[in-house]
């Protein structure tokens, strides 16, 4: 009698036991799932960002191609302008100066500490420029060292410039940066500002400086626009 009343009750407990089991083979399966397509997930981010950073790269040698072909110029007048409006976080400023005092497109404007913008938009008397810490302006650079290195600078925050460099480049915190003067409208060897800091990217094989920028707009009234 007791062993018909107790077998089923041990088949029940067997199931149970094999359903559980089952059950946490289950779970241990998923979460083995999850983290597969995690992974997988990581890697296609990873390959999206790398095919971003090669476009970026291509687009910026090309650029630099470019400068190349033409000669280093010198600015041979200048226009000096009233600041009237100033909007920082925006990397932008407002001159009053324009086209009546010779102010054009893609002039360089700076101030006795260095360089600042380039000249964005012009009306008769007014001209909007563009900060050199926009991340939208990038402007061909020479680190100043005992290699000089020329790469395009552009703007991280209203704070801070960067540079993307070589591995093997010869840079270090303190370097001076000026304009390379490569362009069509920027003069060579006007100050841009100092590495503050300089990191390795190892996934890209690639340098990152940061400079500081020498010009403080704000401390300033009047700029000068470079003809």
Wanted: charged fraction near 20%; charge should be negative; hydrophobic fraction near 40%.
């Amino acid at each position: 009698g007791f062993r018909a009343v107790i077998t089923p009750s041990g088949n029940l407990a067997s199931n149970t036991v094999e359903g559980l089991g089952t059950f946490f083979r289950g779970v241990g399966n998923a979460n083995s799932l999850t983290k597969e397509v995690q992974r997988l997930q990581g890697l296609e981010s990873s390959f999206l960002m790398y095919q971003e950073f090669l476009e970026l790269k291509e687009q910026e040698i090309d650029n630099l191609n470019k400068a190349l072909d033409y000669e280093p110029i010198e600015a041979s007048e200048k226009v000096v302008a009233r600041i009237v409006a100033y909007a920082p976080f925006e990397a932008r400023m407002t001159i009053a100066a324009g086209s009546r005092q010779g102010v054009e497109q893609h002039m360089p404007v700076v101030t006795p500490e260095g360089f600042v913008g380039l000249v964005q938009t012009v009306s008769e008397t007014r001209a909007d420029v563009l900060l050199i810490t926009s991340p939208a302006l990038k402007i061909g650079s020479l680190i100043q060292s005992d290699d000089p290195v020329i790469a395009l600078i552009r703007g991280e925050t209203d704070k801070r410039l960067v540079m993307e460099i070589l591995e093997d480049s010869n840079v270090h915190t303190g370097n001076r940066v000026f304009t390379s003067g490569y362009s069509e409208t920027v003069p060579r060897g006007i100050l841009i500002g100092t590495i503050i800091d300089v990191s390795y990217n190892a996934q890209f094989g690639m340098r990152k400086a940061y400079v500081l920028p020498s010009s403080n707009v704000s401390k300033y009234t009047e700029v000068m626009v470079l003809k």
